[in-house]
């Protein structure tokens, strides 16, 4: 299942529309564009981690944990701030977050300032969901076996690898974006902030 659907199911796509003033299928447009920059960023910090993705988990707890999940999906307005840090942790800085924008504008449809406003929402959503998956083991943890590496693979794989041969939109994008053929766009985005930033 593609993270978009999960997201979906979960009601994360429902409540950014709201906050947003867009519609759902929006909303759905500029995660499957912004997911594959924010996946990366998460694959690269579980592969900065000492421990891997069991450092991932303790990263993600210091950020708020399944919290972030559930902030995004109650009622009253989110407080991006814990989404601002987690693609401060993720991303570096602020360069990248618009670089990021940026290169969703033209697969989404969608305004730079408008997918700006979503990357956090969209951050805590995937980061909350991942602690979620990660909370199954949370004592004491398995060497590299738990919950958070089997979701952050499958969450991985959904995005980049597609399913049953079609990758969707959010892969083709992540392919794109994936100039040097790594598996992984962020760092070609890294390169695309640093010059724009020259």
Request: glycine share 20%; no cysteine.
């Amino acid at each position: 299942m593609q993270l978009t659907d999960i997201l979906a199911q979960m009601g994360g796509l429902r409540s950014m529309s709201r906050e947003l003033g867009i519609s759902e299928r929006q909303a759905a447009s500029g995660a499957e564009a912004l997911l594959p920059a924010i996946l990366g960023g998460f694959k690269k910090q579980a592969q900065s981690q000492p421990a891997g993705l069991g450092g991932l988990g303790g990263l993600l707890g210091q950020l708020g944990g399944a919290g972030l999940l559930d902030q995004v999906l109650a009622p009253q307005p989110t407080d991006v701030s814990q989404g601002n840090d987690v693609l401060g942790q993720i991303f570096g800085s602020r360069d990248v977050s618009r670089a990021v924008a940026q290169n969703a504008a033209a697969p989404s449809g969608l305004d730079p300032s408008l997918l700006k406003k979503m990357l956090p929402m969209l951050a805590m959503l995937v980061g909350g969901y991942m602690a979620k998956q990660d909370g199954r083991t949370a004592a004491p943890p398995e060497p590299m076996g738990g919950g958070l590496e089997a979701g952050l693979g499958d969450l991985l794989g959904g995005m980049f690898g597609g399913q049953n041969g079609s990758a969707g939109s959010g892969a083709g994008l992540a392919s794109m974006l994936d100039m040097n053929g790594d598996g992984n766009a962020l760092d070609d985005i890294l390169r695309m902030a640093g010059k724009a930033m020259r």
